[in-house]
């Protein structure tokens, strides 16, 4: 079966990210080194590698560390032996999501009090602004303390 062969650009193209970035992971670890060809030298891109950059980017775009992506990428090919691991490299990649969808929860909860304490403010109503003002003051204690947890 002849393999076919793919520049840097079309890698980039397929799996949406920059020729930079591939070239950063490759030189850290998380890509495999790339085939050569040997008149120009150029990375060439196989399918199979294709294939990694689509892992690679589904897991980038989740935010996960770069570290956490190495480690992913490099025991994925253990099988059934390396599953265990990889379960649990995703249930802490889920984790953090969830505290980051809960974070930015909280943030959209601290606009909308602004929000409703300004319209209280425009409307002249003191003791609504008072009272929303109170909240916001806790929500913002809240929002403080859970930033500086991280």
């Given at each position: 079966m002849n393999q076919t062969w793919h520049s840097i650009g079309e890698a980039a193209l397929y799996c949406g990210l920059s020729e930079s970035t591939l070239?950063?992971?490759e030189?850290?670890?998380i890509i495999a080194p790339i085939a050569r060809d040997p008149d120009t030298g150029h990375r060439a891109y196989s399918d199979d590698d294709l294939q990694a950059l689509l892992i690679i980017s589904c897991l980038s775009a989740t935010g996960m560390p770069l570290a956490k992506m190495k480690e992913y990428m490099?025991?994925?090919k253990r099988g059934q032996e390396g599953a265990?691991?990889?379960?649990?490299l995703l249930r802490d990649q889920k984790r953090r999501l969830?505290?980051?969808?809960?974070f930015l929860k909280a943030r959209e909860e601290y606009v909308t009090l602004k929000i409703n304490y300004w319209q209280a403010v425009a409307a002249?109503?003191?003791a609504e602004s008072s009272r929303l003002g109170a909240i916001a003051e806790e929500k913002v204690k809240t929002l403080s303390h859970w930033k500086s947890a991280k």
């Open positions: 070239r950063y992971y030189d850290v670890g490099a025991n994925r265990p691991t990889e379960i649990e969830t505290e980051e969808r809960n002249g109503d003191e």
